[in-house]
């Protein structure tokens, strides 16, 4: 699943070559609002909030989408169309005046709502990594709110921090010399969220692809994530891993080194 980074960039790429446009033509084929026409408002802008995406249109509407594992947005200059392969997946078409076509494919997340009424679908988010008006003070204040919660759960909990995913979040966990089922009430909040936001900064600001090493290598970008059976960079121990478990949320495919990252007596 795409994470806050990545939304982030797509957003920012997106934004100057729609913004502005008037609507020509369109097509909104599932969800909430399908089949409502778009034609001949004007896509104000892109926001991105954590991994949820908000295209706003004049008159007073918002187009919700979420990518989840297996969605895009695609931008097509004419002459250039969609391959008819791909027309079964398509969610939402929006034609551009200048020629530009947006394609929103295998999109598991489709709402038009009224502008006034998006806290309805992005309200339940905690503060966004990412966002202007981040907060962490109140982003710790969430994750710490069930001390008893296993930190690597808490951090992937999107009502805590918006933005954060699963490389992140293990990634974290490693930099900060935390068993990812540490409580996180023992954890030092406001340090691993500062390294948590600065990683995600860093990463919207440039190509890498969540690089936390530094390294853009192949396989050398990360500490832990993906790398079970692999040394520790660190110290040589195997790193571990532990599947996404059934019942758990919050949970995913977690990776750690036992060394650098012992359990809590």
């Given at each position: 699943?795409?994470?806050?980074?990545t939304?982030a960039?797509l957003?920012?790429?997106?934004?100057p070559?729609?913004a502005g446009?008037?609507?020509t033509s369109?097509?909104?084929?599932?969800?909430?609002?399908a089949g409502?026409?778009?034609?001949?408002?004007?896509?104000?802008?892109?926001?991105?909030?954590?991994?949820?995406i908000?295209?706003?249109?004049?008159?007073?509407l918002t187009?919700?989408?979420?990518l989840?594992?297996d969605?895009r947005?695609?931008?097509l200059?004419q002459?250039k169309?969609?391959p008819r392969r791909l027309d079964p997946?398509?969610?939402?078409?929006?034609?551009?005046?200048?020629?530009?076509?947006?394609?929103?494919?295998?999109l598991p997340?489709?709402?038009?709502?009224p502008?006034r009424?998006?806290?309805?679908?992005?309200g339940?988010?905690g503060?966004?990594?990412?966002?202007p008006g981040?907060d962490?003070?109140?982003a710790?204040?969430?994750?710490g709110?069930?001390?008893a919660?296993?930190?690597v759960?808490?951090?992937?909990?999107q009502?805590n921090?918006?933005?954060?995913?699963?490389?992140?979040a293990?990634e974290?966990?490693y930099?900060?010399?935390?068993?990812?089922?540490r409580?996180?009430?023992?954890?030092?909040?406001?340090?691993?969220v500062?390294?948590?936001r600065?990683?995600l900064?860093?990463?919207t600001?440039t190509?890498?692809s969540?690089?936390?090493t530094g390294?853009t290598?192949?396989?050398?970008?990360h500490?832990?994530?993906?790398r079970?059976?692999h040394?520790?960079?660190r110290?040589g121990t195997?790193v571990?891993?532990?599947?996404a478990q059934?019942g758990?949320p919050?949970a995913?495919d977690?990776?750690?080194?036992?060394?650098?990252?012992?359990?809590?007596d």
């Amino acid at each position: 699943m795409p994470e806050g980074d990545t939304i982030a960039r797509l957003v920012r790429r997106l934004e100057p070559r729609t913004a502005g446009r008037t609507v020509t033509s369109s097509e909104v084929r599932i969800g909430r609002g399908a089949g409502t026409s778009l034609v001949g408002r004007v896509l104000l802008g892109w926001d991105s909030r954590g991994k949820h995406i908000l295209t706003r249109f004049s008159g007073g509407l918002t187009l919700h989408t979420h990518l989840k594992m297996d969605g895009r947005w695609t931008l097509l200059d004419q002459p250039k169309v969609l391959p008819r392969r791909l027309d079964p997946d398509v969610r939402v078409v929006i034609g551009l005046d200048g020629g530009p076509t947006l394609y929103g494919i295998a999109l598991p997340v489709v709402e038009l709502v009224p502008t006034r009424e998006e806290a309805t679908v992005v309200g339940h988010l905690g503060p966004d990594l990412l966002g202007p008006g981040w907060d962490e003070e109140e982003a710790v204040r969430r994750l710490g709110a069930d001390p008893a919660r296993p930190v690597v759960e808490a951090l992937l909990d999107q009502r805590n921090l918006a933005g954060m995913g699963s490389v992140w979040a293990v990634e974290t966990c490693y930099l900060r010399g935390l068993h990812p089922w540490r409580p996180v009430g023992t954890v030092d909040l406001p340090a691993a969220v500062r390294l948590a936001r600065r990683m995600l900064r860093h990463s919207t600001d440039t190509t890498g692809s969540h690089v936390t090493t530094g390294n853009t290598r192949r396989g050398e970008t990360h500490w832990v994530y993906g790398r079970a059976g692999h040394p520790c960079r660190r110290c040589g121990t195997t790193v571990e891993h532990r599947a996404a478990q059934p019942g758990e949320p919050y949970a995913r495919d977690t990776w750690w080194c036992p060394t650098c990252q012992p359990p809590v007596d």
